[in-house]
């Protein structure tokens, strides 16, 4: 390129222009250009009110007005009052309906991954509640569960007497069910196409050795799929898990948190915002994440344990693999700098190339 | 033997189909029946049963009279502008530092990394008690930009996959450009963007779904509800008086699920494929 752009010059010059600044600095520079606005933003939006909301939680304060030191008297609270207590279990509802839904979200993405009849539709229909506003699908729940209206109608066509079903929102024996249906109606397509997205980047090659070596559908699923859709799955538990705790959209919008299945942030947000008990309300919040980690830290040493056995063949070939490109790519890279020896006809000494070849 | 084994293949295929259809009619029962109530006037939906087609399925009152009711012309003017604003901002600065951590060994990547983890776990709403103080010092409340500002706020999910996606593509594209003198700009912006569309259409839909049904913050910021309220806000104010006459509810929600329903269907592929294989295969 240089050969025909640049006229022909005798001399070489001392240095080539493209490499003038050092490479490093212009690293440096784009490692800071890049990252300092998202971590800026994350920082203000979410560290620094976290770190606010830790001071907090010794007061005793509303928004205005002067705050009092209360030490721990609100982190005794939260574990004193009925509704806190009351609210903690009921995310256990949430947990397991989230667990649940990780794993059909699993089943049917396996299943949606290779050759289905009208797989496109299937796959539109379970996502497509993702795409709805959270307080339309507290509308639609509402009017869906209301005495002798859409379920009550359609559990009929199936044989259930009227009489003999419950109300599904009031019934404090199965509201709660209710509403975690309402949260896997609206979150169940989302996991299943994260899942698919993983593991289409399988490849597909993997597939065809199994076969060969004679490994049924199942043996391909634990072996070959489940590892490498790891990260993703972990990362998709540990989202359910913090989802579960601090479920709110269903249970705001459809009870209003009445009759028992007011959880842990519908809660939160009336002592925050209308009883303005923020103290109380900033050490519910800690409490919740302390809740959350150590949820998310049993959850990964179960994971260890779990995939202990399960990721030996993949696992090796990948890294071997990644070995052989590092290696390749490094023999390219020196390949490319003594290329470069010669600029315009003539050769060119470039610092450091020589001594590389050599080595 | 044989003939066991192909029996053995049919329960699966029949187990495998009953399951597909039996999710996708609880996924669309509850939407199709806000679209038969949603049909009725007033009088035959008092008169008849709630899963009873509608006379005439092109009754657009309940509609129009939803939309007027709940002020929607504002509600969706704030959320397209919300939206647009919110996407562009986050996909330049998620997909920068996605290349910055994916490409770049420096001694601040794994924390950087490490900080979004933890973040994706410290529960959002819980934190707007104190990020309600910090946007009144600021002087943000009662701002549409200071909705848009807070709500770039990056989300994990979207940096999870544009890094994920990053690490698909060879690092070898990016070593021919070093070589040809290709500035670091130049191998992100010219060479490695083009190539991220998939994972970037992909991160737009999850993301833009997220702001476009955004409530609680919305109500929380935004209080001068007749002039800045967003499409949620509007879907909102059906509680109360109206809380019963469902078919114009109903009407409500299909308005509002319209336009993403109209843009899935559009970019159905994009996200499906989005997240499969690097583009660049070595």
Redesign the interface.
Known sequence: MTAINTPIRTEVPQEIP?NRTP?NW???G??I???V???G??V???????I??VK?SFYNMK?IGTPKWVGLNNYVAVFHRDDTLAALKLSLYYAAGSILQVLLAL??AT?LSFK??AG?????????????????VG???K??F?R???FD??LQWFGFNLNNLPYWLRDQAINNWSLVGTSL?RY???TV??F???I??I?SSLYEAAEIDGANKFQQFIHIILPSIK??LV?NV??SI?GS??A??APF?ITGGANGTATY?VL??TI??TNQK?GL??A??IV??GL??IA?LIQKIIFKFAFRNSDDGVEDATKKLKKQ?KMQ?QR??VN?RSA?LFRNGKRVHMAGATEKVVK | MKALYSVKLFLIKFFKYFILIFFAFWMLLPVVSCLITAAKPDKEYQSTSIMQMPKNWFNFDNYIHAFKVSNMGVGFRNSFIVLVSVLILTTLIGTQLAYVLSRFRFPGNAVIRGMFTLAALLPGIAMQVAIYNLMGNMHLINTLYGYIFMMMGTDVISIYIFIQYFENIPVSLDESAIVDGASYWTIYSKILLPLLKPAIVTALILKGVGVYNEYYAANLYLQNKQTLGTIAISLYSFTGPMGSKYNMITAGVIITLLPALVLFLLFQKQIYNGIAAGAVKE
């Open positions: 493209f490479r212009k690293k440096i784009v490692i250009a890049f990252s606005i998202p971590v933003l994350l203000l939006f979410t560290y620094y009110p976290f606010e909301m907090y928004y089943y049917l299943v289905v009849v496109n539709f299937f796959k539109g229909a379970l996502f497509f509640p993702y795409l709805i506003n959270g307080i339309a509308f639609i729940f009017f869906f209301t002798g209206y859409i109608s359609v109606w169940l397509g989302q196409v994260l698919i997205g993983a289409m980047s490849d990260t993703i990362l540990l989202l913090t705790l601090s709110f959209e919008v942030f939160m947000d925050a915002h923020v309300a900033s519910m919040a919740l994440l959350i980690l998310a490109r790519r390219n890279r490319a470069n």
